[in-house]
Nanobody, 124 residues
């Protein structure tokens, strides 16, 4: 069974940083586009950004561009979401997802495999 596991979430003060990891088990992430999504309380889940299998030109939601960086280490079967200058509005559960059906997408229906999420809380 394909499985994605996120880690690295936690509580951080406004202006702080966190690095989330997305690790795959039972399959290799090489060849998959990986997206990061988040869901704040009372809000629909939204795409934060994505990175293609080649790792070139990650795509970001406009509100996180310049603050968030997605990278991947295929040798470790891991994708990272580095989050800097965090703000309270970045609070939410963060999910990673994988697809082979798109190379640049933050549209949920494009993704086939999902992790369970990790909580990120940014205090003011």
């Amino acid at each position: 069974q394909v499985q994605l596991v996120e880690s690295g979430g936690g509580l951080v003060q406004s202006g702080g940083s966190l690095r989330l990891s997305c690790v795959a088990s039972r399959f290799t992430l090489d060849g998959y586009t990986i997206g990061w999504f988040r869901q704040a309380p009372g809000w629909e889940r939204e795409g934060v950004g994505c990175i293609s299998s080649s790792g070139s030109n990650p795509y970001y939601l406009s509100t996180v561009k310049g603050r968030f960086t997605i990278s991947r280490d295929n040798a470790k079967n891991t994708v990272y979401l580095q989050m800097d200058s965090l703000q309270p509005e970045d609070t939410g559960v963060y999910y990673c997802a994988a697809t082979q059906r798109a190379t640049e997408s933050i549209w949920e229906p494009d993704y086939d495999y999902w992790g369970q999420g990790t909580q990120v809380t940014v205090s003011s």
